[in-house]
């Protein structure tokens, strides 16, 4: 159980064009995601925090316009990176959370999505 | 503030050898620790959790990691690295809110 899955798993695009990565739970209702993006040996950064159904939060520094977190339902999150560059370029991991009280309920990751922008 | 060490940039052990890979965590009260493993292009697999209870925990892989309070440590550990057991671990805490705090990463070495 707790299977998260990332599609697609790497990507090659033009500057200029705009990637959509999304984040499927597969067998349990995630109430929250989270978006990472990991450099090259480096651990994760948390881009932003999204819940089912509302705004996502994003972190100091994460330009909101340019990372676009929706989180439609309980299984799926998507993360658009506008009008990418190469300096977007990165290993972008998301997570899902199911839902309760508190925050003992373990973060179950993606297997990470690759994009390389040319 | 809420922050995870991991002393450990990589490490090195000899296949069969046994492994301690370390953890230390700073926080006023006891947080919520995890070890989570990611293999070279791949997500973070988790490997085990403390919560409270048992301060040593049994996680997948043979691994296990035991909680000193007196420390403020989470050290992971397994009593013979196989090949396979080569890759990333990251210690993790969540201290009751929505954010979970990574360490840096301890890279495994494990030569034949």
């Known amino acids: 159980g707790a299977v998260v899955s990332q599609h697609p798993s790497w990507v090659i695009c033009k500057s200029g064009t705009s990637v959509k990565i999304e984040c499927r739970s597969l067998?349990?209702?995630?109430?929250?995601m989270f978006w990472y993006r990991q450099f090259p040996k480096q651990s994760l950064m948390l881009m932003a925090t999204?819940?089912?159904?509302?705004?996502?939060?994003?972190e100091q520094g994460v330009e909101k316009d340019k990372f676009l977190i929706n989180h439609a339902s309980l299984t799926l999150s998507t993360l658009t990176v506008t009008s990418a560059h190469p300096e977007d370029s990165s290993f972008y991991i998301c997570?899902?959370?199911?839902?309760?009280?508190?925050?003992?309920?373990?973060?179950?990751f993606g297997p990470g999505t690759r994009l390389l922008v040319l | 503030a809420q922050s995870v060490t991991q002393p450990d940039i990589h490490i090195t052990v000899s296949e069969g050898a046994s492994l301690e890979l370390r953890c230390n965590y700073s926080?006023?009260?006891?947080?919520?620790l995890f070890w989570y493993v990611q293999s070279p292009g791949q997500g973070l697999q988790l490997l085990l959790k403390?919560?409270?209870?048992?301060?040593l925990v049994q996680g997948i892989k043979g691994f296990e990691a035991e909680f000193k309070r007196s420390q403020s440590s989470f050290n992971l550990r397994k009593p013979s690295v196989h090949w396979s057991d080569a890759a990333e671990y990251f210690c993790?805490?969540?201290?009751?809110?929505?954010?979970?705090?990574f360490g840096a990463g301890t890279r495994l070495f494990v030569k034949a």
């Open positions: 993790a805490s969540n201290t009751g809110g929505f954010k979970t705090i």
């Open positions: 403390y919560f409270s209870g048992d301060t």
């Open positions: 926080y006023g009260a006891t947080p919520y």
């Open positions: 067998d349990f209702q995630a109430t929250t």
């Open positions: 999204s819940n089912e159904g509302s705004k996502a939060t994003y």
């Open positions: 997570s899902a959370r199911g839902g309760g009280q508190g925050s003992q309920e373990t973060q179950y």
